[in-house]
């Protein structure tokens, strides 16, 4: 269940453990979304991190309860289940400059904390690892050493016959509502709980 994954481990140290990449080139002014796929395994709690133009900006997950914890100013976060233990955690905020000089994958034991005394042997399986441009993460784009691009996730699909309601609820619990009804129904983007189309009101 833990294939094609690996486990970051702590070390014993009264500091941040972390692993990160740095420095990544990104466009000044656009929105960027880093995401990642992760589970417990002794340490519940995870942090990504972004440091663009000397702003530090993290968003806290925890990954026994599946909600997200504090979230920096002038980013947005989402945690979503993605079954047997895993989640999938983003964040999004917009580029003040041409780099993120670190992103990083922080681990922690409570919210709001990274920097503790490690254990040696706690940590936290991840997978999938991603930088996406745009407002939120898509399904899984396999990279080995470089950028890859790729079409938007992109659903349609025909109404039935009689179809007077298309209602559209998201992760974040908001709803988008149809009472003209398209030939060809595209979901918007984003995280989608439900589509419900309905033939009476």
Known sequence: ENSGSFKI???????????????IT???????????????????VISLFINNS?????AFFNLATGTVGTV?????????????????????????GVSFSSLAIELSFADN???????????????????EEGGSA??????????VTRNADVITATPPAGTVKITTTFSNNTTQVLTTIPATFTVPQGLIKQVLMQNSL
């Open 113 to 131: 904390v990274f920097s503790y005394q490690g254990d040696g042997v706690s940590g936290v399986y991840i997978f999938g690892a991603g930088l």
């Open 138 to 147: 898509s399904s899984y784009i396999p990279t080995v050493a470089s950028a």
């Open 54 to 58: 000397n702003t530090q900006v993290r």
């Open 72 to 96: 920096s100013s002038g980013i947005t976060a989402q945690i979503e289940d993605a079954k047997n233990g895993w989640y999938k955690c983003s964040i999004t905020r917009l580029s003040s």
């Open 9 to 23: 481990v702590e070390n014993t140290a009264n500091s941040a453990h972390s692993i990160f990449v740095n420095p």
């Open 26 to 44: 990104v466009v000044s002014g656009s929105t960027y979304t880093r995401s990642v796929f992760a589970k417990a395994d002794g340490r519940d």
